[in-house]
């Protein structure tokens, strides 16, 4: 069931999406050489509790999962596509971050990500991340009212393939309001023109997950959780929660 949320429900979410933006830059300041994943996961749950709100991930069991997800936020490094599960492993010069956080406040949810490199960058990371970023802006320009799913992940799509990267297989953006996830899902790739119309009130996540080596396939670890790239390339995540709105996309996880 898609639910359509009014502008007072908007206004809620894009309460809870600042406290994921606010998450994100703090995690991110705090991410250098030397820094474990824990010691970031810890950061996180610090600013989610001060804010008054609760991280979604934390002990979230899909039915998918052997095991509820232990931590704050997903912490997805170098050949890990998205929810890494962050553990005593230090960051290094040049690794290549994707954080994922989502948080509940007040009974709503936002849901975003981000991916960066740390310390000195292989310029082809940082074409990745930014075409990860372009492919996410491209999907939110194409939620309007009228438009359809399928215009979104059209969007995304072509960023990626252009640039020869793989769209990680079975996995994209989402509906999210009072949970985290909810209908409908949101493809990185179709084809315009197609699937549900877009009305106002509409709110999705919108998330492209990009690979390096092109190809679409992923591993599992064994936690259960972490995605990897089959071939060890490097892989970037970026997400917004948005709403569909009379005056156009509106992006609830901005600080
Ligand atoms: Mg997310
Ligand atoms: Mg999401």
């Given amino acids: 069931m898609i639910e359509l949320k009014t502008p007072g429900e908007i206004e809620a979410m894009r309460a809870a999406g600042r406290v994921v ?3 994100l830059a703090t995690v991110r300041a705090a991410a250098r050489p030397g820094v474990s994943l824990l010691e970031l996961d810890e950061v996180a749950a610090t600013v989610i509790a001060d804010a008054g709100a609760k991280p979604a991930f934390l002990h979230y069991h899909p039915g998918w999962a052997p095991n509820p997800f232990p931590a704050t936020i997903c912490t997805s490094v170098n050949d ?5 599960v962050p553990g005593r ?6 690794d290549l971050v994707s954080i994922d956080s989502a948080a509940v406040l007040d009974g709503w949810c936002g849901d975003s990500a981000i991916s960066f490199v740390v310390g000195a960058a292989d310029p082809a990371d940082l074409a990745l991340i930014e075409t990860t970023e372009r492919a996410l802006a491209a999907g939110i320009a194409a939620a309007v009212p009228g438009n359809r799913l399928g215009d979104i992940a059209h969007a995304i799509g072509v960023v990626a393939r252009a640039a020869g990267y793989g769209i990680m297989a079975d996995h994209g953006g989402h509906g999210i309001g009072r949970t985290m996830h909810e209908d409908p899902h949101v493809a990185n790739e179709g084809r315009a023109g197609r699937g549900l119309v877009l009305r106002p009130g509409l709110t999705l996540a ?13 591993r ?5 959780w972490t995605l990897r790239t089959t071939d060890g390339s490097w892989a970037a995540h970026s997400e917004h929660t948005i709403a569909v709105t009379e005056d156009g996309p509106r992006i609830l996880t901005l600080a």
Wanted: hydrophobic fraction near 40%.
């Fill in 206 to 218: 919108v998330e492209p997950m990009f690979t390096r080596g092109g190809l679409d396939a992923y």
């Fill in 220 to 224: 599992t670890d064994a936690d259960g």
């Fill in 89 to 94: 492993s230090r960051l290094a010069e040049g």
């Fill in 80 to 84: 890990a596509i998205v929810h890494g």
């Fill in 21 to 23: 933006a606010t998450t």
